[in-house]
């Protein structure tokens, strides 16, 4: 999926990054546990949370055995025209031959595979909609270490997720990033109160539960997501009690993420998306 996204997530090259000029809410939260200090001048991170990619432009990792099996099997192939006497190959070896070959098409099936018992169509990817504007746009008043923070994890979810925008509430705060829509008559230093009220309209501060729409629906929620918007995730961030302790759980905010595609988030992907909401949790 194409996203103009740095690799400094603090400092995007094509991000427009809104400062509002409005005070947010002050806020008790414990500082989210994805660290990030300065070390040799170069930004560490926890990396429990993270995702590592090949880092190749343009390549999807979902088909990597797609690739693999097309080497393999034109290796297996060359072989036996160029590399052999096909007259005098053995029986041990053209079955291993065959063997070869039917492992190659059955890694270059297997993100078909993949992609069928998730539900998901091969054609199906992930595309910028028409209309959008890109925004980076969190809460001033707060520590440094929690800007850092939301950056990292606002950055992380578009970068290793099928996501085109995402928007995290913790305690009050708010960080929106991605491309969305925004109407003409809300400006850039009011965006954040914008997203306070459809927040506070759909009711989401509430919520306990995670909520998955994988494909498009007549939610109250689509109202406010980017237009081309065809999956939904919405991940509760809830402070679990500590064993023993006399606590009710409770809920801290949310981690919303918009996707173009239809059943964008897979098992797995809830599963990371979950760890990571954890975090934020404590």
Known sequence: MSKAL???????????????????????????????????QQQQLNLSVLRFTLGIPGLDESYL?????????????????VGSDSATATPAQLRTEVLGLSLAAFSIFIPYIGKFLKGASPADQATIPEGTEQIF?????????????LAWATYILLRNTNTIATLISVQGELCARGYWNIPEKVSKANLLD???????????KDLKDTLYFPQSSDSVLWEMLPKGTRSL?????????????NQVEKIEGFVL???SMSYAYGDKDKAWIGALANK???
């Open 6 to 40: 740095s690799f400094n997530p603090l400092i995007p090259l094509k991000m427009h990054v809104i400062h509002p000029q409005f005070p947010a809410k002050k806020t008790t939260a414990k500082p989210f546990s994805i660290s990030a200090r300065l070390q040799n």
């Open 65 to 81: 055995p797609r690739w693999i099996g097309y080497g393999f099997g034109s290796l297996l192939v060359l072989n036996h025209f």
């Open 137 to 149: 746009v969190m809460s001033q008043n707060i520590s440094d270490t929690q800007k850092e923070d």
């Open 194 to 204: 914008w997203f306070e009220r459809q927040i506070e309209r759909i009711g989401l």
């Open 233 to 245: 995730l919405v991940q509760p961030v809830l402070q679990v009690p500590k064993p023993g302790a």
């Open 257 to 259: 993420l918009a996707s």
């Open 280 to 282: 934020f949790g404590g």
